[in-house]
């Protein structure tokens, strides 16, 4: 499975943005897609993530719930996270994941996620 994102840029805080991270190859490995973000000097973050064919019910970081929403196209097999009301701390390498059998409890670790994408820079200036 590869993993394509795109999307990130420059932003003024309040703004939005959304990225997207398009799938190819054997996508039925991938029941578990995933955002993560990592700061200079930081570790990778857990951003969001859903399971396949049920991102109503989707998980997501402390720091970004009620601002982000990931979502899931399957027709197109991209995800998506939608970024609104940003904060200059949000800036940072997004990176979209997924994985194979995930359990809930698993969601926020990165070294569950087999698949990465190579990340899209986002950057919210003050």
């Known amino acids: 499975v590869q993993l394509q994102a795109s999307g990130g840029g420059l932003v003024q805080a309040g703004g939005s943005l959304r990225l997207a991270c398009a799938a190819s190859?054997?996508?039925?490995?991938?029941?578990?897609i995933g955002w993560f973000r990592q700061a200079p000097g930081k570790e990778r973050d857990f951003v969001a993530a859903?399971?396949?064919?049920?991102?109503?019910?989707?998980y997501y970081g402390d720091r970004v719930k009620g601002r982000f929403t990931i979502s899931r196209d399957n027709a197109k097999n991209t995800m998506y996270l939608q970024m609104d009301n940003l904060k200059p701390e949000d800036t940072g390498v997004y990176y979209c994941?997924?994985?194979?059998?995930?359990?809930?409890?698993?969601?926020?670790?990165?070294?569950?996620?087999?698949?990465w994408g190579q990340g899209t820079l986002v950057t919210v200036s003050s």
């Open positions: 859903a399971f396949r064919g049920n991102t109503a019910t989707p």
């Open positions: 994941a997924a994985g194979n059998r995930l359990i809930l409890s698993s969601l926020r670790v990165p070294e569950q996620y087999g698949y």
């Open positions: 190859g054997d996508t039925s490995r991938t029941t578990t």
